[in-house]
């Protein structure tokens, strides 16, 4: 079995963490319901207090990095950055990335 690439193992952490994360934020922002596809290609879509969605697709998925306790997804132009944050009883953090 091939070692897995610190990006896999992001890209990992983050799937994991989404299917057992009591509460989600997007840019400080409450995520208040998500939806997750994985047939034929990995997708979701969180809406946000407010009103707002942020749909990320095996694309996004490909591009997800790991920054100081935060998953950021940069938006298709580049110009922006979406920081994904997990919580239960408090914020959590992946152990293996």
């Not at 047939?39 to 694309?59: F, P, Q």
Request: charged share 35%; with cysteine.
């Amino acid at each position: 079995m091939a070692k897995k690439t610190t990006h896999e193992k992001v890209a990992s952490a983050f799937k994991t963490l989404l299917a057992r994360a009591e509460r989600v934020r997007v840019n400080n922002t409450e995520v208040t319901s998500a939806t997750a596809n994985c047939l034929g290609k990995w997708s979701i879509t969180m809406k946000l207090k407010g009103g707002k969605e942020l749909a990320l697709d095996d694309k996004a998925l490909d591009a997800i990095t790991y920054d100081k306790g935060d998953f950021v997804v940069h938006t298709e132009d580049g110009k922006k950055e979406n920081r994904i944050t997990f919580y239960s009883m408090k914020k959590e953090v992946p152990r293996h990335i």
